[in-house]
């Protein structure tokens, strides 16, 4: 009786060509599972205006960088905003890079340009206007540890939700 054996090659071939035609398919499922953080449920800790310190919903907001409010102006929800009148303030994902695919901003005073920038992604750059919530979508491929948020009017900037 003959017994057939796999050839070691064969066998290496056949399983790399497997895993490049599933591969595509486990990418698009651990994509299709996005976070939206909002700041409405759970409610960051403290009183309207306080920091929103350390990691919230997988984010971490530093010390002392960002605060939280009440709903205000144009937004309806909770929000966050620049600590003081600063012009940026990065955010950091955590425990690991991840996408961010958009984000809902307003402006309660000034209207100014918003710039995301993540120094792996190309940069957006977005006029955002007083009066209504605007959602910005990057578009983005790679994830990336930190976001930078720039916005030329400062602190009138308040972040309603993302989504990575």
Request: charged share 5%; net charge negative; with cysteine.
């Given at each position: 009786?003959?017994?057939?054996?796999?050839?070691?090659?064969?066998?290496?071939?056949?399983?790399?060509?497997?895993?490049?035609?599933?591969?595509?398919?486990?990418?698009?499922?651990?994509?299709?599972?996005?976070?939206?953080?909002?700041?409405?449920?759970?409610?960051?800790?403290?009183?309207?205006?306080?920091?929103?310190?350390?990691?919230?919903?997988?984010?971490?907001?530093?010390?002392?960088?960002?605060?939280?409010?009440?709903?205000?102006?144009?937004?309806?929800?909770?929000?966050?905003?620049?600590?003081?009148?600063?012009?940026?303030?990065?955010?950091?994902?955590?425990?690991?890079?991840?996408?961010?695919?958009?984000?809902?901003?307003?402006?309660?005073?000034?209207?100014?340009?918003?710039?995301?920038?993540?120094?792996?992604?190309?940069n957006i750059i977005q006029t955002i206007t007083t009066g209504s919530i605007q959602t910005i979508t990057t578009n983005w491929t790679q994830g990336s540890n930190t976001i930078?948020?720039?916005?030329?009017?400062?602190?009138?900037?308040?972040?309603?939700?993302?989504?990575?």
């Amino acid at each position: 009786m003959k017994t057939s054996t796999l050839n070691p090659i064969r066998y290496i071939l056949i399983l790399l060509v497997c895993t490049l035609y599933a591969l595509p398919s486990i990418l698009y499922v651990a994509h299709a599972q996005s976070t939206t953080v909002t700041f409405d449920n759970p409610v960051p800790l403290g009183s309207s205006d306080s920091y929103l310190n350390g990691i919230f919903q997988g984010i971490n907001w530093g010390t002392n960088q960002w605060r939280w409010t009440a709903p205000y102006a144009s937004d309806p929800t909770n929000a966050v905003y620049f600590d003081s009148n600063v012009q940026s303030r990065t955010f950091t994902f955590s425990p690991a890079p991840q996408v961010l695919e958009s984000i809902r901003v307003y402006t309660s005073q000034y209207s100014g340009t918003l710039t995301l920038s993540d120094g792996v992604n190309p940069n957006i750059i977005q006029t955002i206007t007083t009066g209504s919530i605007q959602t910005i979508t990057t578009n983005w491929t790679q994830g990336s540890n930190t976001i930078m948020v720039n916005f030329t009017a400062g602190w009138n900037l308040g972040i309603t939700e993302l989504t990575y």
